[in-house]
């Protein structure tokens, strides 16, 4: 049964960084699966703040130039360096593995809440 744990989070000033960190386990074929932060507030959908598909990496246009994800196969692991954080990005994140191969396996993290406030 696959399961990803996530670390990092918490409280920041606007400015400030933090780095999120997410870890597989009992992925099969880690490399093959499309991996996501995203995030969501109350009240709204959850949004995709980036994602790494076969050796590219996109992002939403919120993050673009202050947000770089990251990803170790040999590690079954990724991370979202956050810079220049905004009150806006508060959100609780989230990572995501999905792999579709004929059906399909898609795992969410435990979720991790980001504060930015002065």
């Known amino acids: 049964q696959g399961r990803l744990v996530q670390y990092g989070g918490g409280l920041v000033q606007p400015g400030g960084s933090l780095r999120l960190s997410c870890r597989a386990s009992?992925?099969?074929?880690?490399?093959?699966?499309?991996m996501s932060w995203y995030r969501q507030v109350p009240g709204k959908e959850r949004e995709m703040v980036a994602r790494?598909?076969?050796?590219?990496?996109t992002y939403a246009d919120s993050v673009k130039g202050r947000f770089t994800m990251s990803r170790s196969n040999s590690e079954e692991a990724v991370y979202l360096q956050m810079d220049h954080l905004k009150p806006d990005d508060t959100a609780v994140y989230y990572c995501?593995?999905?792999?579709?191969?004929?059906?399909?396996?898609?795992?969410w993290g435990q979720g991790t809440q980001v504060t930015v406030s002065s």
């Open positions: 790494s598909i076969d050796g590219a990496t």
């Open positions: 009992g992925l099969t074929f880690f490399s093959e699966y499309t």
């Open positions: 995501n593995a999905l792999r579709r191969r004929g059906r399909e396996w898609n795992y």
